[in-house]
């Protein structure tokens, strides 16, 4: 879920819970909109977490250990990999 639809859910259930007046029998129509707000802004805050700009680029570091022809020298390297995430 984008943060386009995060925001259209918590527009219409604004709408639903605040401004629209009309009983349905066995329905809530504020209780709907309550519901569909709470979901837009679970959506919204996971979109900003997943997709926001701490996502945009990430460092892979990735350590191991090698020998030589030597088996008593091994030594540790350490190798960063850098890969932009669109």
Do not use: N
Not at 36 to 55: E, M, Q
Not at 62 to 68: A, K, L, P
Request: net charge neutral.
């Amino acid at each position: 879920m984008g943060l386009g639809v995060s925001i259209f859910l918590i527009a219409v259930g604004a709408i639903l819970a605040f401004a629209v007046d009309y009983s349905v029998s066995g329905l809530d129509i504020s209780t709907i909109g309550f519901i569909l707000i709470v979901v837009g802004v679970i959506g919204l805050i996971t979109s900003l977490f997943l997709f926001g700009p701490r996502a945009a680029s990430r460092s892979t570091v990735v350590e191991d250990s090698y020998v030589d022809e030597d088996p008593a020298a091994v030594g540790r390297r350490r190798v960063t990999r850098r890969r932009d995430v669109i």
